[in-house]
């Protein structure tokens, strides 16, 4: 099994020194006799393949992603060699887009192609890796874990080429992750406390409400008090023109209309008017 990027060369290593042919997906490509080879079998492989006399060994340069196939060397007297050849294009650069840089949320994404793997990593150790299939889209892969570290590294990769790019944390990151754990505690105080407030702004309601409550009762009951005692001296009290009277009606105390008319009429029938 043999890998290689597009544009460098391949040799194969098993020689050919006392002449033999090269062959690609069956058919002849080069054949080497007496010492001298022959490529003019097929135009797509003409003048770039070479053949070295002291390793009698062959050599394809400037190869493309077309040239992918399998290659045998058939020495002469039957020895032969299989070879699967597989040619990459170099893989891109992977670009960073950074979302919010106050909750460092940033997407590493590259150019798909094929086995292509993107992942992040956080010094030697892997912490997230995607790839897939299918080549027309492009692959993204979130930095979902934001540890106590100043920078992290993205890295796009095939077979044959990688390439990375270190993402420096800003100083305004929280170094701590935030979980969801973390965040239904924090819900759960943010409810207790709001219900603590209303609760006690209830009792203190209900407290300032039943003070007002008895302080009406008290002045309620203040004032009703200094009328029953307004009163009692009013119905108490003796009209000045019955202290004219006899010492027998002194201490007779008048309560209406009626009793003063039966007063006077006793008056009369004594012969006092």
């Not at 390793?55 to 002469?76: A, E, H, N, P, R």
């Not at 949320?105 to 086995?115: A, L």
Request: charged content about 25%.
């Amino acid at each position: 099994m043999l890998t290689q990027v597009v544009g460098k060369s391949i040799t194969f290593s098993n020689p050919t020194k006392q002449g033999g042919s090269l062959l690609y997906n069956g058919d002849n490509i080069a054949v080497v006799v007496e010492g001298r080879m022959d490529s003019s079998y097929k135009d797509s492989f003409k003048d770039r393949i070479q053949w070295d006399q002291e390793t009698g060994q062959f050599t394809i340069k400037d190869l493309t992603t077309s040239d992918s196939g399998m290659y045998v060397v058939d020495g002469k007297g039957g020895a032969k060699t299989t070879y699967q050849l597989t040619v990459f294009d170099p893989v891109s650069r992977p670009m960073l887009t950074t979302a919010d840089n106050e909750t460092c949320s940033v997407e590493c994404s590259v150019k798909n192609d094929r086995d292509v793997t993107l992942s992040w990593y956080s010094g030697e150790e892997i912490i997230n890796k995607t790839s897939s299939p299918e080549l027309s889209i492009k692959l993204s892969l979130p930095l979902v874990d934001i540890l106590n570290r100043t920078s992290y590294i993205c890295e796009a990769a095939n077979p044959v080429t990688k390439v990375h790019v270190t993402f420096h944390v800003p100083t305004t990151c929280t170094e701590t992750k935030v979980t969801d754990n973390d965040i239904e505690r924090v819900r759960g105080s943010l409810i207790g406390a709001v219900m603590c407030v209303l609760v006690a702004s209830g009792v203190l309601g209900l407290a300032i409400y039943l003070k007002k409550g008895r302080n009406r009762d008290v002045q309620d009951s203040s004032e009703r008090e200094q009328a029953v005692h307004m009163y009692a001296e009013v119905t108490h009290s003796k009209p000045k023109h019955n202290q004219e009277l006899g010492p027998c009606n002194e201490d007779l105390e008048v309560k209406s209309v009626y009793d003063h008319i039966q007063l006077h009429r006793m008056d009369i029938l004594s012969g006092n008017v």
